[in-house]
C-alpha cells in the first residue's frame, strides 16, 4: 500500500526554506514525493479578504498563521510589492528535480486562483493555467506533467484543460480513490488522485487537538484500513515549524508498512482504463474554510 505525498509550495518563504527541509527529511527517510510550486507573484497578503469567508477566522486563530508564515510574507501584495517566486527560486526548484523528486504545477498566483477560480469563465482560467505552464517549461525546460490547484478550487474549465494541456494525471479534488472525473455530464480524460487525508492544519485545534495528537489520529486513520492515501502537506508548515510531527509520521507509515512514494508512482501503479467515473462536486470539509472540490458519486455513462 502507498502514501504519496504532494507538496503544496505556496510562497517564497515556503520555497526557499520548507522545500530544502522537507527535500532532507524525505531522503532520510527513503521516501518519495510530488513537490508542486507556486510559480508566479506572491500574494499572500491578500488573502486577507478570506476574513469574511466562513470558518477562516476560526482557521487562522488555530494555525497560528502569523508564526507559520512570518509578517513580512504576509504584507506581500499590500504594503510590500510580492516578489516573483519563479524568477527568484527557479535553480532552487530545478535542484529538487534533480534530487529526484517529481515537481509539478501548483499554481501561478496562488491567492488569486484560491480566491476567483471557481466564479471565472474559460478564458480566465486558461491564462491564469497558461502562465503557469510556460513559466514551468523557462524552469524546468520541459512540459509540466501533472497539477494540484491551490486550496482544491477547481471549476469545470479547468478540469478540460488539464486534459488539453496533456497532464498525466492531476491531484485537485478531495476524496476516497483515484477517479476519472464527470463535469457537466462528460467524462474528463485526466485521472485524479485526490487528497484522502485530512491536512495537519485542518486538525491542529479541532476539538482541542494539540500537534502532538496529530501523529496518533492520522496512524489510526491510516491503520484501521490498510488502502492507498494520498496525503497534502504544505511547505510552510510541515517543512518549516511542523517538521517534527511530519517526521513522527513519516516512520509512522513506514512502520504500518506503507510505501512513501510520489504522487507519480502512486499513479504508475493504477489501470487508468479500469477507473472509475465520479461526478466533482463542492462541499466543505472539516477544519477548512471555503467550499473545495470534492469527489462527487459515481457516474454510469
Given amino acids: 500500500m502507498h502514501v504519496a505525498l504532494k507538496i503544496d509550495v505556496d510562497t517564497l518563504r515556503g520555497t526557499q526554506e520548507g522545500v530544502p527541509r522537507l527535500a532532507d527529511m524525505l531522503e532520510k527517510h527513503g521516501a518519495g514525493a510530488t513537490f508542486l510550486f ?9 488573502a486577507i479578504k478570506r476574513v469574511f469567508r466562513p470558518g477562516f477566522v476560526s482557521k487562522v486563530s488555530r494555525t497560528s498563521v502569523v508564526e507559520h508564515y512570518g509578517v513580512k510574507q504576509l504584507l506581500y501584495g499590500t504594503l510590500l510589492p510580492g516578489p516573483d517566486i519563479g524568477r527568484r527560486c527557479a535553480g532552487l526548484m530545478r535542484g529538487i528535480a534533480d534530487r529526484g523528486f517529481e515537481v509539478g504545477i501548483h499554481t501561478w498566483d496562488h491567492v488569486r486562483w484560491q480566491d476567483y477560480v471557481q466564479d471565472r469563465d474559460e478564458a480566465w482560467t486558461r491564462r491564469e493555467m497558461q502562465r503557469a505552464v510556460d513559466r514551468f517549461g523557462e524552469i524546468f525546460h520541459v512540459a509540466a506533467r501533472t497539477h494540484g490547484a491551490a486550496g482544491w478550487q477547481m471549476n469545470a474549465h479547468a478540469y478540460r484543460l488539464e486534459a488539453e494541456l496533456r497532464f498525466d494525471y492531476c491531484s485537485d479534488t478531495r476524496g476516497s480513490a483515484p477517479f476519472l472525473p464527470v463535469c457537466d455530464g462528460k467524462v474528463v480524460a485526466c485521472p485524479q488522485l485526490p487528497t484522502t487525508l485530512p491536512t495537519l492544519d485542518e486538525l491542529i485545534g479541532l476539538d482541542g487537538m494539540e500537534p502532538e495528537g496529530v501523529t496518533g489520529h492520522l496512524l489510526k486513520l491510516t491503520g484501521s484500513a490498510l488502502t492507498d492515501h494520498v496525503f497534502t502537506l504544505h511547505a510552510e508548515l ?15 507509515w513506514s512502520q504500518q508498512g506503507f510505501k512513501l512514494t510520489s504522487t507519480r508512482a502512486y499513479f504508475e501503479t493504477l489501470d487508468v482504463t479500469r477507473l472509475p467515473r465520479h461526478a466533482v462536486t463542492f462541499g466543505g470539509v472539516p477544519g477548512r474554510s471555503g467550499t473545495l472540490a470534492l469527489q462527487g458519486a459515481a457516474v454510469a455513462l
Fill in 38 to 46: 507556486s510559480l508566479g507573484p506572491d500574494h499572500t497578503g491578500r
Fill in 238 to 252: 510541515e517543512g518549516m515549524k511542523l517538521a517534527p510531527v511530519f517526521e513522527q509520521l513519516l516512520a509512522g
